[in-house]
């Protein structure tokens, strides 16, 4: 397996496990810069984005980007970005300055909704809009003196959790894994459903070599 070995090795990525390996690498990076106290600190630099709701509205620009011409996102053909191209548009994603829409916010559009570009826009608007909802009601529930640290609809509050489900869900080998490939637009809004649930799977990151 060809395991990329930097935070900026979006063009190593050639297969669904180096996907994963590059995910995991993502998610020790922004954890870095999340506890990190300096925001001139490289880490920092490199996530502007800090928070899922505004990596997913950085992603919604880039996505806009993409639905209008100005930047084809490196898709390996057109409707399919590939292992490398969904790296680089995450690589992009951290800095890209969000994008928020209150048309796109009221999507409400579903994984098993997306076929295109365009749908994996508002599908990726429609998560930030959820999560951004799922964070107030905690805090609601926290205010009234409730546990609010399991379940729900999402099953990790912060952006480097959440990656490493992602990576811990991309890398095991279910049969549902079969509808992974080729990487379309499908593929992708399945891969982010999947590691929003509370059931996503959650392992440890394996060493970097950095």
């Known amino acids: ?74 898709e390996e053909a057109d409707g399919r970005p590939g292992w490398q191209g969904l790296a680089f548009q995450l690589d992009r994603a951290r800095t890209s300055p969000p994008g928020f829409n209150c048309v796109l916010a009221e999507s409400g559009t579903q994984s098993h909704e997306v076929d295109s570009a365009i749908d994996m826009w508002r599908y990726a608007a429609t998560l930030a809009t959820d999560f951004a909802s799922h964070q107030r009601e905690c805090q609601a529930a926290i205010r009234r003196g409730e546990w609010a640290g399991d379940g729900g609809r999402w099953a ?14 991309i890398g ?19 891969q982010l459903s999947a ?8 392992s440890p990151r394996p060493p970097t070599g950095r």
């Not at 496990?17 to 300096?38: K, P, R, T, V, W």
């Not at 095991?172 to 809004?189: G, I, K, M, N, Q």
């Open 172 to 190: 095991a080998d279910p049969p549902r894994h079969t509808r992974l490939e080729p990487v379309t637009w499908r593929s992708v809004a399945l």
């Open 156 to 169: 990790h509050s912060t952006l480097y959790n959440w990656l490493d489900a992602w990576a811990a869900w």
């Open 1 to 74: 397996m060809s395991v990329p070995r930097n935070t900026g090795s979006w063009q190593q990525v050639n297969s669904r496990q180096d996907f994963a390996a590059y995910l995991h690498l993502l998610a020790a990076d922004c954890e870095h810069a999340c506890i990190g106290q300096d925001i001139n600190e490289p880490a920092a630099q490199r996530w502007t984005n800090q928070t899922i709701s505004d990596f997913l509205w950085g992603w919604v620009r880039l996505l806009g980007k993409r639905i209008d011409g100005t930047d084809l996102l490196q």
């Open 195 to 202: 590691a929003q649930s509370p059931a996503a799977p959650h």
